[in-house]
């Protein structure tokens, strides 16, 4: 393969974020679906993919840029000036024989030597030196594991905080067009990624994954805490003192609860099942906190309270 920098069009100081540009912009112009007829193009991307493959891991870019493998991956230098150190086989005193011996190599030392020992015991077995070359790789070339992927690609999805909390399904575009519903996981948490595999950049070995993370976003009343959701609820100061049924809000829709006679703000009631999924699939409560509300300079409430003192020392717990 040429040098992937000239490949990918890039100089050999581009940082990961030019490289990951520069492979994006010519796959999507190389790409096999949009060139069916174009054998070069395919051919084209092949080469485009394994140059992003080497740039984008930083171990095999610092190699590469070091000189200690190829652009294949392949470590480079081989076997330098051959066996010995001294200019290898030297037809000038030797040469191989029909049947299968060596005649006067090596310096003339040995006649008769079966060059098939000698390699086996460099290589690790009798390949031979017909047909298949060095045992089905050996001094042929080293073997290649399977073609790369296509790229990740991330993505980041925004999801309303009542959303989150009943796990409603999520549209998502994808870099394609395409777009898919997202179910999200029980236990959804900010900041937790998800895998779509296959739904990334194209690649000779197949498509990379999508990775998905996901932002839950902020309520403006309620407020998540750990799997329950709280929630400050104003009451009158009749409710508080008389009892009511008041309506309440939920994630799941509004509810009716229950405000005993005599209610205190600050004293907070529990709605089973209201809050956010549990890995387990359960789910948490919505924790509901009371607090009086009272109307500001209401001259009738003063005049019906006038003459009235809570004589209770309500901060004696406080030491005070």
Do not use: C
């Amino acid at each position: 393969m040429a040098d992937p920098y000239s490949t990918l069009g890039v100089p050999r100081s581009a940082s990961e974020k030019d490289i990951k540009s520069a492979y994006r912009k010519l796959a999507k112009e190389l790409h096999p679906d949009k060139n069916k007829d174009n054998p070069k193009a395919t051919e084209r991307f092949s080469e485009v993919t394994r140059a992003y493959d080497l740039l984008s891991d930083k171990d095999k870019r610092a190699k590469f840029d070091r000189g200690e493998i190829d652009a294949d991956g392949n470590p480079a230098g081989g076997f330098g000036g051959g066996f010995g150190g001294a200019g290898g086989f030297r037809g000038n005193q030797g040469g191989f024989r029909h049947d299968g011996g060596f005649e006067g190599g090596f310096g003339g030392a040995a006649e008769g030597i079966d060059i098939g020992d000698i390699f086996e015991g460099l290589f690790g077995g009798r390949g031979g030196m017909g047909g298949g070359g060095m045992g089905g790789g050996g001094m042929g070339g080293a073997r290649r594991g399977p073609p790369p992927k296509g790229a990740n690609v991330s993505y980041r999805l925004k999801v309303p905080f009542e959303d989150a909390a009943t796990r409603a399904n999520q549209r998502i575009t994808l870099s394609d067009g395409k777009t898919i519903d997202l179910k999200l996981p029980a236990g959804v948490e900010h900041g937790q990624q998800m895998r779509l595999g296959g739904k990334g950049e194209a690649g000779p070995g197949g498509n990379g994954d999508a990775i998905v993370t996901i932002e839950i976003g902020h309520h403006a009343f309620y407020e998540r805490d750990g799997d329950n959701i709280r929630l400050d609820l104003p009451i009158s100061l009749n409710e508080a003192l008389g009892g009511a049924k008041v309506k309440v809000p939920t994630v799941d829709g509004p509810v009716m609860l229950t405000v005993a006679p005599g209610s205190s703000s600050g004293r907070t009631l529990r709605l089973k099942e209201r809050g956010f999924s549990r890995k387990d699939g359960t789910r948490g409560d919505q924790l509901v906190t009371l607090q009086i509300d009272l109307p500001e300079n209401d001259q009738d409430l003063k005049a019906r309270l006038e003459g009235w003192a809570d004589m209770r020392n309500l901060r004696s717990k406080l030491g005070v």
